[in-house]
């Protein structure tokens, strides 16, 4: 059967194909499109949080003829190993929670796509500028492996101390500027009856996160520079031990809420919430996990990590990470698609969207600006905009994931009372030897 003549968009607009012995003429380049997205293809997107599948209503807005139903799941890695293994991978992947997949390992085994075409192409909202220019440029620089963009890191997640302005007010307690002076608050909530300090004890990983942001307040960016670049001695460095004695100090003065160490993240931040304990690390997705039990009446909010004492090498400085990693598989059936969709998400309007219904911030710059922001939002934004540029990272967790979990289980068994600080550095320090070592882990370097 003959098939209509159809009156293609964008570029090709006012041209008229008929009869149907003629292939459809491929899209060109242009600001519009400039990764020659067939307009009617589908785009095949899997994602592991909602707000992942956001931009899917502009992109069919753009694309009327194109199908596109985001996919949440929760399996990712039982869902998509099998079919990076088969070559028939989706266009479109959010990788994060408990299956989230290995990218060193995909990245080595060339199955991601570079993502550099899309920081250069132009934005969504204005093709006079490219897209690179509309982020946060720190918040890039996680998802390069050797340089190279791999995955687009769309959350810009601030790390801090979690507490009751309420709670505070009432009690007339001050947020603490250093940490004697957390010390010393955690000891006026323990006289008050509450549990002054909790966190995820069956996932330690959140301690670790608290022991590396005191060390590089105290020692300056170059701390987590060294430990991502597994150089000799890098965990037995004075600021690290500094900060790994001074969080010790929470158990050895009893400042740990009872059952610290049995409950695991969402246990741990049930228990805060219902204000059994006064102080809570954790990243400011807190607000979207624990939707529906933060009160208005509790007033959640986020100070940074205190600092050793009163003249630290950061003294602004505050934890932030580019979580939420985004990829393009390189053997994509819809390469293109994918890359726009990431365009597309990328946008100031999705991005909107996303803090809006999620309550974390975007690396687009700006995109929450006007939004009326919860205390824990705003709090975290606060926080980001005072921290200017002494933003702490680091990366090895990313880069060496198995590596972080040692150092995460020992860090764990150290607050337990299990290990002493010696005991403590020398194991993380001879996992970060071994992983040096091996010469099947493909390391990574920054400078």
Not at 115 to 136: E, I, M
Not at 151 to 163: A, F, K, M
Not at 319 to 330: I, N, R
Not at 392 to 408: E, G, H, R, V
Request: aromatic share 8%.
């Amino acid at each position: 059967m003959l098939k209509r003549r159809t009156l293609l968009q964008g570029a090709l607009a006012g041209a008229v194909l008929s009869g149907c012995s003629k292939e459809p003429v491929a899209p060109s380049v242009s600001p519009s499109n400039p990764f020659t997205v067939d307009g009617s293809a589908s785009v095949d997107v899997i994602v592991t949080e909602e707000y992942g599948g956001f931009a899917a209503a502009a992109y069919r807005k753009k694309y009327a003829g194109a199908t596109i139903s985001p996919k949440l799941t929760a399996q990712l890695s039982d869902d998509l190993l099998p079919r990076f293994a088969t070559g028939t991978p989706p266009d479109v992947v959010l990788s994060t929670g408990d299956q989230k997949l290995t990218l060193g390992k995909l990245v080595k085994d060339g199955q991601l796509a570079e993502l550099q075409q899309l920081l250069d192409a132009p934005s969504w909202d204005d093709q006079a500028a490219k897209v690179k220019d509309q982020l946060v440029p720190d918040m890039l620089e996680v998802g390069q492996f050797d340089g190279t963009q791999r995955t687009l890191n769309y959350i810009s997640s601030v790390y801090g101390i979690w507490y009751s302005a309420s709670l505070f007010q009432r009690n007339g307690w001050d947020v603490p500027r250093t940490w004697p002076d957390l010390l010393a608050l955690g000891s006026d909530m323990k006289a008050a009856g509450l549990g002054p300090f909790i966190y995820a004890g069956t996932h330690p990983y959140y301690l670790l996160e608290l022991v590396l942001t005191l060390a590089a307040k105290t020692g300056g960016p170059d701390v987590t520079k060294r430990i991502d670049n597994l150089e000799d001695g890098a965990w037995k460095d004075e600021s690290v031990t500094k900060a790994i004695n001074a969080v010790g100090e929470l158990t050895k003065r009893g400042l740990l809420a009872p059952g610290t160490a049995q409950y695991d993240h969402l246990g741990s931040q049930k228990r805060f919430l219902a204000s059994k304990a006064g102080m809570l690390p954790c990243g400011n997705w807190l607000e979207n996990e624990m939707k529906g039990l933060v009160s208005d009446e509790f007033a959640l909010t986020v100070f940074a990590v205190p600092a050793l004492d009163s003249s630290p090498a950061m003294a602004s400085g505050l934890h932030v990470a580019g979580t939420a990693p985004f990829l393009v598989p390189d053997k994509a059936k819809n390469k293109a698609g994918g890359l726009e969709y990431l365009r597309a998400l990328l946008s100031a309007d999705v991005a909107r969207q996303v803090s809006s219904e999620s309550k974390q911030l975007t690396i687009v710059r700006g995109a929450a600006d006007g939004l009326e922001l919860t205390t824990a939002l705003g709090s975290a934004r606060d926080l980001l905009s005072a921290a200017g540029d002494q933003i702490i990272k680091w990366y090895f967790d990313t880069w060496y994931p198995d590596f972080a979990t040692t150092a995460a289980e020992a860090t764990g068994q150290f607050m337990a009372g299990g290990l002493q600080q010696s005991e403590w550095a020398g194991r993380i320090q001879a996992a970060a030897d071994k992983v040096k070592q091996d010469a099947a882990v493909t390391k990574y370097h920054r400078d």
